[in-house]
């Protein structure tokens, strides 16, 4: 079932997303974002979020300012991809509208 959504995905995203997008994803499982990880490449590693294939909040909470910097220099990237609670603590700390990318934010 994820196989024919994470196509599905893959191929909208490629005819209509530009580099200027961060792909905020919000209740996906983890199996599908390990795979959306592979394909759209997370602004910062997995590993900085990511516990045993669960989300570490504490792990996003002290990787703040390593998210701010990395989004900082996206420019030149193509379309990137992060979790939501990254995307809501970012929300609460800067005003995002001073970054040149665009936050889409996908929800299941």
């Known amino acids: 079932m994820f196989r024919k959504l994470i196509d599905n995905h893959f191929k909208e995203i490629k005819d209509q997303i530009g580099k200027d997008i961060i792909l905020v994803y919000k209740g996906f499982p983890i199996s599908f974002l390990k795979t959306v990880f592979n394909k759209i490449p997370p602004v910062i590693e ?12 504490e792990k996003i909470r002290s990787s703040t300012l390593l998210l701010i910097s990395k989004i900082q ?3 030149s ?25 665009k936050f889409l934010i996908l929800l299941i």
């Open 46 to 57: 997995s590993s900085s979020f990511l516990t045993d294939d669960k989300i570490d909040l």
């Open 73 to 75: 220099g996206i420019e």
């Open 77 to 101: 990237r193509p379309c990137s991809s992060m979790i939501f609670e990254q995307f809501s603590l970012l929300e609460k700390n800067i005003n995002l509208e001073l970054f040149p990318n």
